[in-house]
C-alpha cells in the first residue's frame, strides 16, 4: 500500500507541475513508468476519483479562478485549460459550476471544485487519506 501511494503522490506532483501544459493520462502514465490502468486503479483507491476527472476538475477550477480575477478573454481561457473550443468549454464548467462561464464570471464569487489532493498515511500507513488544500485555507 505504502509503494501504491507513493506512485499516487507522483502522479499529483507531475499533475500539478504540467497543469498549465497539454497532458493525459498517457502522458503521466508514461512519464511516472507505470501503465495507465494500473496508475488509474490505484489513483482511484487512494483518491475516490479517476486521473481524468481530477485533471479535469483541477483545470476547470483553475479556469473559474481566472474568470473572476482577470479580464482575460474566455476563450483564452478555455484553450488555456486544455478545450479546444469555447463551446466544449463551456459546457464542461456548466457541467462543473451550474453556470456557463460568462454568467459565472459576472457574478463574481470564486469557488473551487476540484483542490489540490494531498495524501498522508494515518498512525500505521495502512490506508491512504485525503487531504486538500482546503484544510489548509480553514485552518488559517
Known amino acids: 500500500m505504502e509503494q501504491q501511494k507513493e ?65 482575460e478573454p474566455i476563450m483564452k481561457i478555455a484553450y488555456e485549460a486544455g478545450y479546444d473550443s469555447q463551446q466544449a468549454f463551456s459546457f464542461a464548467f456548466k457541467k462543473l459550476y451550474m453556470y456557463p462561464p460568462k454568467i459565472y464570471r459576472s457574478i463574481g464569487v470564486f469557488v473551487p471544485k476540484q483542490n489540490r489532493i494531498f495524501l498522508c498515511g494515518n498512525i500505521h500507513n495502512t490506508t491512504c487519506s485525503l487531504f486538500t488544500s482546503m484544510l489548509k485555507e480553514m485552518a488559517a
Open 7 to 71: 506512485i499516487v503522490v507522483k502522479v499529483l506532483n507531475y499533475i500539478e507541475e504540467s497543469i498549465e501544459k497539454e497532458i493525459s493520462v498517457d502522458k503521466i502514465a508514461k512519464a511516472v513508468g507505470y501503465s495507465k490502468f494500473y496508475l488509474n486503479r490505484i489513483f482511484s483507491e487512494c483518491t475516490g476519483i479517476t486521473i481524468y476527472k481530477y485533471l479535469q476538475g483541477r483545470r476547470l477550477t483553475i479556469a473559474a479562478e481566472r474568470l473572476i480575477k482577470t479580464d
